[in-house]
């Protein structure tokens, strides 16, 4: 290929590639602007109305409490067509220190970490009805696999 | 009565062996040195050191034990060849033995904590001592004749580098620590099996020193390009991978500080915890330190990498370079935007709209220079009149292709709502491990199945042998990771001891993939076993060093 050939193409693969990386930016912007309750944030207010479940995540499982004052572990329940906030801190469980966990709602498009001495605040609406799995993602020692379970999304 | 006595005899025995064999050692290294010593005398030197460097200079280097007695730059760069092949050994035995224990999705031959240190251990193998060493090793070993330097001066520093370095990594081995390769405190603090490892203390030193290493390591090189270089080497003429080892130097240098002073305070915070703790606030702070130096790390087992293919790729095309400039331009650039995307490792950690914003459209930035390196090759290829499609040749290809399927990965999963969904999971790892076997592990083979005619002084290797392993892990590789980017996609987690049940396919697609990857590294020791014992037919030059192919080095059956 001839040099000034070459270079067009090259500019020409450039821009294609600036458009599509732009593009890819700007909708990044877009979706998350749109919806700024769904990336974790330190101490964040949730929004007024919303059900709000405090998390606890210790070594090694996860306890959810509820705004009517119960609790759960190892399961979550959450009513649908509602928004619901998790506030997510960690405490010290059989390891007398508190570490870092994250919790993953695959088919929520959820995640949040669990950090000692921080609450991290995530909202999210589930609109149907049913059971979705949740897991540990960040590592956290000898019985991380198993810090993992259901969600169940039921009718108010 | 007698049992004392037979206590005594074999263990008598066995320090008698040893002290045998340690003054046999001994001997010889004395010997050597005298005969070393005479010789420099003879030739007014007055260092015996400086006498083998001289005398060493820019010659073809042959893999032999002399490597770690002598202290020129090529044998420095053998010696980290070596040292990382092993270690890339090691670390990929851990990896099968992990693979392995998944077979089932409740733990089977391995405990979840056994689990976890081989997990621990394979990371920080791979990265430090596979992917910096093989990296350091070619940079030490084709410089020199790169840059015709005319004084080989900087050994000693060179050497204490190296063994800092390897003492860091064997250190690491020793402590069988569980903190995973982040050591994020408080886990990493918790020193018993269950957290971060009895000796986890012994593993942070052990990278601490590692990162010692490097810094002398690093420093050296720069002085070896800007003071010894050959005056008739311009800065306009440096190969490109010059540029890329100059630009993984000035990385390391700019990015490993940061975290030497967070492992610092890590190493107190095991006898006072104060620092990294929930009391005090600031558990996230060393996240951040840990990303500030975790990012760009990564990035030094692709710069180089690249680099090396700008040098394979004119000796099986006849094609120079499609352009110089944008390749030194993308190189340059890669290394200035590794510092700026270290926040996409956080995106869930609770630091909010801003920063996720600002950081994932970095990261979408840094394509930039990769799309530029990447066109850059594909143009080279597509104006030559012929590729030949050596297994160098053929581990190029392969590693171009698997980076652009991990790169759009790597795009893909900096989009905030992608990487909610996916961080923590095995689409992480897939797309990593599509660079680290394609371009890392393949290009390092690639260079080193060129420099074998000189490594080991005239021999070719068996190319029917080599196929296979090229093959083998390209293919094995490609079902591994594709498993692992669509398990990931579903949310199944990484770093896992166990699993839920219904993702058994997917890990037992990366177990099939994994192994048909162990299958090739057999190949390529029985190669090197058979090529090494065969006698020396060719010449010792090589592809890499010569400026022009020299068909006489390449095996038979690798030209047409
Ligand atoms: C093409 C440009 C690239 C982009 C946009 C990119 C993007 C990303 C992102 C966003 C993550 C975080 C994933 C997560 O944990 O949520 C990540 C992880 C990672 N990337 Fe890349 N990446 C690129 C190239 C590379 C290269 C060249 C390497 C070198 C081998 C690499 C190695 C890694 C590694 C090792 C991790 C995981 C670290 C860990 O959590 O253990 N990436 N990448
Ligand atoms: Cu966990
Ligand atoms: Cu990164």
């Known amino acids: ?156 | 009565m007698s049992d004392y006595v037979t206590t005594l005899t074999i263990y008598g025995g066995i320090a008698a062996v040893f002290a045998i064999v340690i003054f046999a050692v001994y001997n010889l290294l004395s010997t050597r040195k005298d005969i070393v010593s005479e010789m420099a005398s003879k030739e007014g030197y007055d260092s015996d050191n400086q006498f083998i460097r001289d005398s060493l200079l820019t010659k073809p280097r042959e893999l032999t034990l002399s490597i770690f007695l002598n202290d020129d730059a090529k044998s420095i760069g053998l010696r980290y060849i070596v040292t990382s092949i092993l270690f890339f050994f090691i670390g990929g035995a851990f990896g099968l033995t992990m693979r392995l224990s998944l077979t089932g999705p409740n733990l089977t031959f391995l405990t979840g904590d056994e689990y976890n240190v081989l997990i621990s251990q394979h990371a920080v193998l791979m990265i430090y001592m596979w992917a910096v060493g093989s990296a350091l090793g070619f940079g030490y070993y084709l410089l020199p004749s790169h840059l015709k330097v005319y004084r080989d001066i900087r050994g000693l520093f060179s050497s204490i580098g190296y063994w800092l370095w390897l003492l860091g990594g064997f250190l690491v081995l020793l402590a069988q620590s569980s903190p995973r390769w982040y050591f994020y405190p408080p886990l990493s603090l918790q020193l018993n099996p269950n957290g971060g490892g009895l000796y986890d203390w012994l593993a942070v030193l052990g990278i601490e020193i590692v990162l010692v290493g490097l810094m002398i390591t690093c420093i050296t090189i720069l002085l070896i390009v800007m003071r010894d270089r050959s005056p008739e080497v311009k800065r306009d003429q440096f190969s490109l991978f010059t540029w890329s080892i100059i630009f993984t130097a000035l990385m390391i240098l700019v990015s490993a500080p940061p975290l030497m002073v967070g492992f610092t305070m890590l190493f107190y915070d095991f006898f006072n915890p104060v620092f990294f703790t929930a009391s005090s606030g600031s558990v996230l702070l060393f996240t951040i330190l840990f990303w500030f130096w975790g990012h760009p790390v990564v990035y030094v087992a692709i710069i180089p990498y690249f680099g090396l293919i700008y040098e394979i790729i004119p000796k099986f095309t006849g094609q120079k370079i499609f352009s110089y400039k944008s390749g030194v331009f993308g190189l340059g650039l890669l290394l200035i935007l590794s510092e700026v995307v270290w926040g996409h490792h956080l995106f869930n950690s609770g630091l909010g709209f801003a920063w996720v914003l600002f950081f994932s459209t970095t990261s979408f930035l840094v394509v930039i220079p990769s799309a530029v390196t990447v066109f850059n090759y594909i143009a080279t290829l597509w104006s030559s009149d012929k590729i030949r499609l050596t297994t160098p040749m053929l581990f190029v290809i392969n590693g171009i292709v698997d980076f652009i399927i991990g790169g759009v990965i790597g795009v893909m999963q900096s989009a905030y709502p992608v990487n909610a969904d996916v961080h923590g999971t095995y689409f992480v790892t897939g797309h990593f491990h599509f660079i680290f076997l394609g371009i890392t592990t393949g290009i390092s083979f690639a260079a080193f199945y060129m420099l074998f005619p000189t490594i080991s002084g005239g021999r070719t290797y068996n190319v029917p042998l080599a196929r296979l392993h090229f093959y083998f892990t390209a293919v094995g590789s490609l079902i591994m990771s594709s498993s692992w980017i669509v398990g990931g996609a579903l949310g199944m987690p990484r770093a896992t001891a166990g699993y839920f049940s219904f993702f058994l396919p997917y890990q037992l697609g990366s177990i099939l993939g994994g192994f048909i990857v162990g299958i090739g590294q057999i190949f390529f020791l029985w190669n090197m076993a058979a090529s090494w014992l065969k006698s020396p037919s060719v010449d010792n030059q090589n592809l890499l060093e010569s400026p022009n192919p020299i068909v006489t080095v390449v095996p038979k059956g690798e030209m047409e």
């Open chain 1, 1 to 156: 290929m001839s040099d000034k050939k070459g270079r067009n193409l090259e500019l020409y693969f450039m821009i294609g590639v600036l458009v599509v990386l732009l593009g890819s930016a700007a909708a990044n912007y877009v979706e998350i602007a749109a919806n700024p309750g769904s990336i974790p944030t330190e101490n964040a207010i949730p929004p007024a109305g919303s059900y709000v479940v405090r998390v606890f995540a210790t070594q090694w499982a996860w306890s959810f409490e509820y705004p009517n004052n119960t609790t759960s572990v190892g399961s979550l329940t959450v009513p649908v067509d509602t928004n619901v906030s998790l506030v997510v801190t960690s405490i010290a469980g059989a390891q007398q220190s508190a570490v870092i966990h994250d919790l993953l709602i695959p088919q929520m498009d959820i995640q949040i970490y669990a950090v000692p001495g921080q609450n991290n605040t995530v909202t999210f609406e589930p609109t149907v009805v049913g059971s979705y799995y949740f897991e540990c993602v960040e590592y956290c020692g000898e019985y991380h696999y198993e810090m993992r379970g259901y969600m169940e999304v039921v009718s108010r």
